[in-house]
């Protein structure tokens, strides 16, 4: 199986909130500082779990993984938006891990998209048809930057 993070972002979503999430300031400084996000692949498995700083260095002597343990990594510094949305979606929605398969990724409908949508303190995500999805981005690009005022009459 050939996947992508943007692949497993959408997946994971999909499994997991196929009605859309938010992702706020709480979430994104909830993520552990105690923890490590390890995922494995077998085949047409990922699995995805937390696993204690103790037993990632436990692995790391034991020449289970590569890589070093005592650097910290914040999710500012993850490779990528989709390894940082795969992390705050796991932390926030399956904290005791999850095995995504084949059928995850095949599940995923084709006739619709994964869409951001910024608030005032909030990430929202949603998966939307496809000409739903453009009309919004486009209406949201066309107004970017700019003042909205209402007047009432």
């Not at 999430?21 to 923890?35: E, H, I, Q, Y």
């Not at 790391?60 to 490779?79: F, I, N, P």
Request: hydrophobic share 45%; net charge positive.
């Amino acid at each position: 199986m050939v996947w992508s993070w943007p692949k497993v972002a959408c997946a994971l979503m999909w499994r997991l909130a196929p009605r859309g999430t938010k992702v706020t300031r709480k979430d994104l400084g909830g993520l552990p500082m105690d923890r490590v996000l390890v995922y494995d692949t077998h085949g047409e498995e990922i699995a995805f779990s937390w696993i204690s700083l103790r037993t990632m260095r436990r692995r790391v002597a034991a020449g289970e993984v590569s890589g070093r343990v005592d650097d910290k990594v914040g999710v500012l510094e993850l490779q990528g938006r989709w390894m940082k949305l795969v992390s705050v979606l796991l932390w926030k929605l399956a904290k005791d891990g999850l095995t995504l398969t084949a059928k995850d990724f095949e599940a995923v409908p084709a006739d619709q998209q994964l869409l951001a949508q910024g608030t005032a303190d909030a990430i929202v995500y949603r998966f939307l048809p496809h000409a739903e999805a453009r009309a919004i981005a486009q209406r949201d690009s066309e107004n970017e930057g700019r003042i909205i005022v209402e007047t009432g009459q």
